[in-house]
């Protein structure tokens, strides 16, 4: 799925939509992944581009204002195989606050293994 995510055809799809999609891969470290796609609309929403995401975990957007309850959903969703739906405080790039709704899902191999997961977000006000 890698080389799908750096196809012309998804970054068109991605970048098309009004909100904010983040393709994170699993690491070695269980429940961890990191970042390996963000669109522009990220970059408008976060104040981050890619080059200063990609590589890095997820958790640099969060601060002590995120929930650690709905962290813990998260991962209980995505580990139970469900499509993870709420909102959190995250953080623009220069230290803001903003409240985003998000989803995330996992995308799995033939196997069923976990290869990606996929978030799209957007300002909870907005939505």
């Known amino acids: 799925m890698t080389d799908q995510v750096q196809s012309p055809l998804f970054q068109a799809l991605a970048d098309l939509n009004f909100d904010s999609v983040m393709v994170t891969e699993p690491t070695d470290e269980p429940g961890a992944s990191r970042i390996v ?26 601060g002590e204002r995120t929930d650690p309850e709905v962290l813990k959903r ?43 997961y996929v978030a799209v977000q957007r300002e909870a006000d907005s939505a």
């Open 74 to 116: 998260l991962a209980e969703d995505l580990r139970a195989g469900r499509t993870f739906h709420g909102q959190t405080i995250n953080y623009h790039k220069d230290g803001t606050p903003f409240e985003i709704e998000w989803k995330v899902t996992s995308v799995l191999d033939d196997a069923g293994k976990v290869t990606h």
């Open 37 to 62: 796609f963000v669109n522009r609309e990220f970059t408008e929403l976060t104040g981050y581009n890619a080059d200063e995401v990609v590589g890095e975990t997820p958790g640099m957007l969060q």
